[in-house]
Nanobody, 125 residues
C-alpha cells in the first residue's frame, strides 16, 4: 500500500509563496502519476497540477504561470512551488498518486488510488 505524505503547508500573505512536498516512503514516485489537488469545505476537490510518470506536466488554468510542479529524485518527492498566492486559494492541498492512469484521466480526483492526509494552506494578510 502506497502511503503519501505531504508537508510544507502554512500561512502565506497574498502575493506570497509556499512550497509543498509529497513523498511516499518505500515507493519511487517517479514511477507513478502524482497530482496535487485542493479542497475547501463544501466544495469538490479541485485539480491543481500533475506530473505524469516523471515526464509530462499539466496545470489547471487558474494556476498556470504561478505554480510549478517538479520532482526531486534524490529526495523522492514531487514538489509544488506556489507563487503569487491569492486568498481564494486557501484550502487543504492533497497529494494523490496512481500507477495506472492514462492521460485523459489525470484531472479527475476519483481516478487516483492513493492520497495523502492533506496540508492546510492559508493565504491571508
Amino acid at each position: 500500500q502506497v502511503q503519501l505524505v505531504e508537508s510544507g503547508g502554512g500561512l502565506a500573505q497574498p502575493g506570497g509563496s509556499l512550497r509543498l512536498s509529497c513523498t511516499a516512503p518505500g515507493f519511487a514516485l517517479e514511477d507513478y502519476v502524482v497530482g496535487w489537488f485542493r479542497q475547501v469545505p463544501g466544495k469538490e476537490r479541485e485539480f491543481v497540477a500533475v506530473m505524469w510518470r516523471g515526464r509530462n506536466i499539466y496545470y489547471a488554468d487558474s494556476v498556470k504561470g504561478r505554480f510549478t510542479i517538479s520532482k526531486d529524485t534524490a529526495r523522492n518527492t514531487v514538489d509544488l512551488q506556489m507563487n503569487s498566492l491569492k486568498p481564494d486559494e486557501t484550502a487543504v492541498y492533497y497529494c494523490a498518486g496512481d500507477s495506472g492512469l492514462i492521460l485523459s484521466s489525470i484531472r479527475g480526483p476519483a481516478n487516483y488510488d492513493y492520497w495523502g492526509q492533506g496540508t492546510l494552506v492559508t493565504v491571508s494578510s
